[in-house]
């Protein structure tokens, strides 16, 4: 929430416990940068996407989401509503 900027090579994944608008919402309150957000749902198809600017009260997706991608702003256009998304476990230190 603190950062000043995010690594072109890394995101946070949000995962809630099944699809829902109102808790896979955002806020950027405290935000010192703009972030790409994606919606993704159980069947992992992205839902929505948006340009979230820094210090704006909340974002909520269109459809019903469970997973919610954080990500640098370069990586918006990387997705599109209807694509099919796969996630792959992997080890990242994040001090790198």
């Known amino acids: 929430m603190f950062r000043k900027s995010i690594p072109n090579n890394l995101g946070l994944l949000l995962v ?3 699809n829902s608008i109102v808790n ?3 806020h950027m309150m405290f935000m010192w940068m703009d972030i790409a957000v994606i919606w993704i749902n159980d069947e992992y198809t992205v839902v929505d996407r948006v340009l979230a600017q820094r210090w704006k009260l909340a974002y909520l997706p269109k459809s019903a989401a469970m997973y ?3 990500t640098g702003v370069a ?3 990387d997705f599109a509503v209807g694509d099919k998304v796969y996630f792959e476990k992997t080890n990242i230190n994040s001090n790198e």
Do not use: A, K, P, Y
Request: charged share 15%; no cysteine; proline share 0%.
């Open 68 to 70: 919610v991608l954080e």
């Open 75 to 77: 990586h918006l256009n």
């Open 16 to 18: 809630q416990r099944s």
């Open 24 to 26: 896979s919402s955002i």
